[in-house]
């Protein structure tokens, strides 16, 4: 049976959003789908959804997002990968967009089944353990469950602290945390320090070229306003901007 080049439709997908243009992201997930379900593709098709359900998290679409998760989570029972690590990280992205849109209750089950192969398939200080806690964490939180969203977070933390190349994780982690102390007490004198922590590894010249640096910048500097740290917000939307620029340059020389 012909397949669908994955390779190729992530090569395309990147490349809009290293140049920041969400709207040429959105035609290439839906012309790659529709590939993928001709050729009764049934795997590319999931690899697809995946993405799309990532995207409409990003772009705020509910209805496109739920419409995505059904279809996904229809194919992973369709394609029986549910208890692989591939299966277990469309579970957890699942969730995380369920949890943007107001449904964390409804999310909480595919985090633990995603906690569940995860604890069986990786080691315990693997990246994708520390992906789980993070947005587990968030989760926590919206469903009124503080102590463990805290708990959850701090593990994500003792995860990416330890593995190379994962300071912008660290950093996310840390203002999600620093939110939630915020959220709790703006006068909390952990907030402080804990935003600082993740502003420091964020100016750090090493962590610029990683892949999602723009990305993490752009996502994280909301934060450092609502915590009045408007020079850091400003300084790193400006990261943001340049960051996206060089790769729209890029592309435009490819």
Do not use: H
């Amino acid at each position: 049976m012909e397949k669908i080049s994955v390779p190729a439709f992530i090569k395309e997908l990147d490349a809009c959003f290293a140049r920041e243009d969400l709207a040429a992201a959105g035609r290439c997930l839906l012309e790659w789908q529709a590939r993928a379900a001709a050729l009764g593709d049934r795997a590319g098709e999931l690899s697809v959804c995946n993405e799309a359900v990532g995207y409409y998290r990003q772009t705020g679409d509910a209805q496109a997002a739920n419409a995505a998760i059904d279809r996904a989570l229809a194919l992973v029972r369709e394609t029986g990968c549910g208890e692989t690590v591939s299966g277990g990280t469309i579970l957890l992205n699942c969730a995380t967009t369920m949890k943007a849109f107001g449904r964390a209750a409804e999310a909480l089950p595919l985090y633990a089944q995603a906690q569940r192969v995860f604890a069986a398939k990786l080691p315990a200080n693997d990246p994708l353990q520390a992906g789980l806690y993070n947005n587990l964490a968030l989760a926590l939180q919206d469903a009124g469950e503080p102590a463990q969203a805290e708990a959850a977070f701090l593990r994500a933390i003792s995860i990416t602290e330890r593995c190379p190349r994962c300071e912008l994780e660290t950093a996310v982690s840390c203002v999600n945390l620093a939110q939630l102390w915020f959220a709790r007490d703006p006068l909390d004198d952990r907030v402080l320090p804990l935003m600082q922590r993740a502003y420091k590894i964020l100016k750090n010249p090493a962590v610029e070229g990683y892949e999602k640096y723009a990305f993490t910048c752009r996502k994280c500097a909301p934060a450092f306003g609502q915590c009045g740290l408007f020079a850091a917000e400003l300084d790193l939307n400006r990261k943001a901007d340049a960051g996206y620029a060089r790769a729209g340059a890029e592309q435009s020389v490819l």
